[in-house]
């Protein structure tokens, strides 16, 4: 497992449920090796909040095949907050 995280921007945005998209990357040409994967793997992606580095993972929700890295992300109010918990 790599504890490295490289810089990408997002393909697409695409709604999946009433609670989730699925969010595809742009993977350079000189990351496709890194970016290969098997299904069941995980993404972790990070994200600096308010000074706090925040940090998700999320299951690879494309096809060997597809040419594409995409990763299901479900709305959660509390996965948002830097502590975790929920805001009124």
Do not use: N, W
Not at 53 to 81: K, P, Q, T
């Amino acid at each position: 497992m790599s504890t490295l995280f490289h810089p990408l921007r997002v393909k697409a945005i695409e709604p999946d449920t009433a609670e989730a998209v699925i969010v595809s990357f742009e993977v350079p040409a000189d990351l496709q090796q890194v970016f290969g994967f098997t299904q069941g793997q995980y993404l972790t992606l990070r994200h600096e909040i308010d000074g706090q580095d925040l940090r998700r993972s999320y299951s690879i929700c494309a096809g060997l095949d597809d040419g594409d890295c995409a990763s299901a992300c479900a709305r959660c109010a509390a996965a948002c907050s830097p502590t975790g918990s929920t805001r009124a």
